[in-house]
């Protein structure tokens, strides 16, 4: 069973960082796109970033040149360092996967998230 787990999340004063990871196990036969999502109260979960298993990364407007996701494909890890965190970054982080099968078939995880507070 494919299970992903977050950490890293916390507390931060605005124009702070922090880094976040995430782990995949399980048995698999091919990750694909890894990634992070959030979720404020009351929205649609949104995309942060993702990153394909070569390195190519594509990001929110909101977090391009603050956030930067990277991945160690040997670990089955995916990172998210967020730099200059503003109050509006404040929300719960998802990892997110996207998993294909021998059988050719695509499956996307979540993990259960992790908690970032930005605060004055």
């Known amino acids: 069973q494919i299970q992903l787990a977050e950490s890293g999340g916390g507390l931060v004063q605005p124009g702070g960082s922090l880094r976040l990871s995430c782990v995949a196990s399980?048995?698999?036969?091919?990750?694909?796109?890894m990634g992070w999502y959030r979720q404020a109260p009351g929205n649609e979960r949104e995309l942060v970033a993702h990153?394909?298993?070569?390195?190519?990364?594509n990001y929110a407007n909101s977090v391009n040149g603050r956030f930067t996701a990277s991945r160690d494909n040997a670990k089955n890890t995916v990172y998210l360092q967020m730099n200059s965190l503003k109050p509006e970054d404040k929300t719960v982080y998802y990892c997110?996967?996207?998993?294909?099968?021998?059988?050719?078939?695509?499956?996307?995880?979540w993990g259960p998230g992790t908690k970032v507070t930005v605060y004055s």
């Open positions: 990153i394909s298993s070569g390195g190519v990364t």
């Open positions: 997110y996967m996207n998993h294909c099968t021998r059988d050719d078939e695509d499956y996307d995880y």
């Open positions: 399980g048995s698999f036969f091919r990750i694909n796109v």
